[in-house]
C-alpha cells in the first residue's frame, strides 16, 4: 500500500515554544492529508483537513492560529503547534489516500508523541 | 452526520479462541465502513473495508467483517486469535470522495494466551 511518513516520531518541548510536525506521502501524490489528535485512550477527532495550495479547513473547536498548517507542495503538510502548553500534549496523526481513487482506504503517518513541559 | 458506534470498551479472549470486535453505524447514504488497528504509540494500520459488493469481506492479518445492511453493523472477526493480535481497533466510516474518516470510540482487544 501507498506510504505517509511523519516525523518527529516524539518530541517534548518546553512550554511556550513551537512544534512543527511534517506528514509526507513517499509514493504518491496527496493534494488533501487530514490531521488528527487522540488523547490517551481515545479516539481519533478531525482536527483539520489541509489542502495543498490553499487554507486548511479546521474542524469547529480548533484554534487554527494555534495549530497551523501549510501544505505548500504535493507530498507535505507540516502543522505546526504554537505557543504549545501543556495541554496540547496528546498523540497527533496525519492521513492521506491516493487522490482519484474514492474508494481506497486511508493511510495514516506512525504518528507524533508531543509532550509539552 | 455519519457515526460510528463501538459499544465495548475491552474484549478479552483466550488464544485460539474466535473473536468478535462489535461496530454500528449509522450514515444518510451508502456507506464507507472500514477497520482499522493501532498498536501502543503507533499511527493506524488498514485491516479491511467494505464499499460495495460482498457482505462478507477478507482482510489483513486473518480478519474479516461482515456488513449487516438491516442491523447496520459491520463487525470485525476472526476465527482463531493469537496473542499478537492483541491492540486497539478502531471501526470508521466515511462519505464518498476525499472525506475524512469519522471513528468509533475503538475497542481494545487482549488476547490471553
Known amino acids: 500500500g501507498a506510504v505517509v511518513s511523519q516525523h518527529p516520531s516524539r518530541v517534548i518541548c518546553k512550554s511556550g515554544t513551537s512544534v512543527k510536525i511534517e506528514c509526507r506521502s513517499l509514493?504518491?501524490?496527496?493534494?488533501?492529508m487530514f490531521w488528527y489528535r487522540q488523547f490517551p485512550k481515545q479516539s481519533l477527532m478531525l482536527m483539520a483537513t489541509s489542502n495543498e495550495g490553499s487554507k486548511a479547513t479546521y474542524e469547529q473547536g480548533v484554534e487554527k492560529d494555534k495549530f497551523l498548517i501549510n501544505h505548500a507542495s504535493l507530498t507535505l503538510s507540516t502543522l505546526t503547534v504554537t505557543s504549545a502548553h501543556p495541554e496540547d500534549s496528546s498523540f497527533y496523526i496525519c492521513?492521506?489516500?491516493?487522490?482519484?481513487?474514492?474508494?481506497?482506504?486511508?493511510?495514516f503517518g506512525q504518528g507524533t508523541r508531543l509532550t509539552v513541559v | 452526520a455519519q457515526s460510528v458506534a463501538q459499544p465495548e470498551d475491552q474484549v478479552n479472549v483466550a488464544e485460539g479462541n474466535p473473536l468478535t470486535v462489535k461496530c454500528t453505524y449509522s450514515?444518510?447514504?451508502?456507506?464507507?465502513l472500514f477497520w482499522y488497528v493501532q498498536y501502543p504509540n503507533r499511527g493506524l494500520q488498514f485491516l479491511l473495508k467494505?464499499?460495495?459488493?460482498?457482505?462478507l469481506v477478507k482482510g489483513s492479518y486473518g480478519f474479516e467483517a461482515e456488513f449487516n445492511k438491516s442491523q447496520t453493523s459491520f463487525h470485525l472477526k476472526k476465527p482463531s486469535a493469537l496473542v499478537s493480535d492483541s491492540a486497539l481497533y478502531f471501526c470508521a466510516v466515511r462519505d464518498p470522495g476525499n472525506t475524512p474518516l469519522v471513528f468509533g470510540k475503538g475497542t481494545r482487544l487482549s488476547v490471553i494466551a
Open positions: 492521513s492521506a489516500r491516493v487522490p482519484g481513487q474514492g474508494n481506497t482506504e486511508a493511510f
Open positions: 467494505y464499499i460495495t459488493g460482498d457482505n
Open positions: 509514493d504518491f501524490q496527496a493534494t488533501t
Open positions: 450514515v444518510s447514504g451508502n456507506p464507507y
